[in-house]
Nanobody, 115 residues
Framework: QVQVAESGGGLVQPGGSLRLSCAAS????????MAWYREPPGKERELVAE???????NYADFVKGRFTISGDNAKSTVYLQMNSLKPEDTAVYYC?????????WGQGTRVTVSS
């Protein structure tokens, strides 16, 4: 089992930037890929971006060109750099393995994009 702790959320104006961090612990050696997911208010949780242990990454269409996922294997940490934020990016952001492990969900970090 993998434990995660997300941080870095907050209130930001449209067009602004935030960097989210996800520290992973536990069965790190079993991880093939990590991902960021988000749950907008009143909507279902969705995949935002994923990164394999090789460094290859993929993004949801709605964040392509604005968000960048990266990882630091030495720190067992995954980051999500979010630029050009829009109000529709408002959500609770979670990290998890990819595919998501049912028991790996953390508390998430809330991102609010508003003027």
């Amino acid at each position: 089992q993998v434990q995660v702790a997300e941080s870095g959320g907050g209130l930001v104006q449209p067009g602004g930037s935030l960097r989210l961090s996800c520290a992973a612990s536990g069965s790190i050696s079993t991880i093939k890929a990590m991902a960021w997911y988000r749950e907008p208010p009143g909507k279902e949780r969705e995949l935002v971006a994923e990164i394999a242990s090789s460094g290859d990454s993929n993004y949801a269409d709605f964040v392509k060109g604005r968000f960048t996922i990266s990882g630091d294997n030495a720190k067992s940490t995954v980051y999500l750099q979010m630029n050009s934020l829009k109000p529709e990016d408002t959500a609770v952001y979670y990290c998890n393995t990819y595919p998501a492990g049912t028991n790996n969900w953390g508390q998430g970090t809330r991102v609010t994009v508003s003027s």
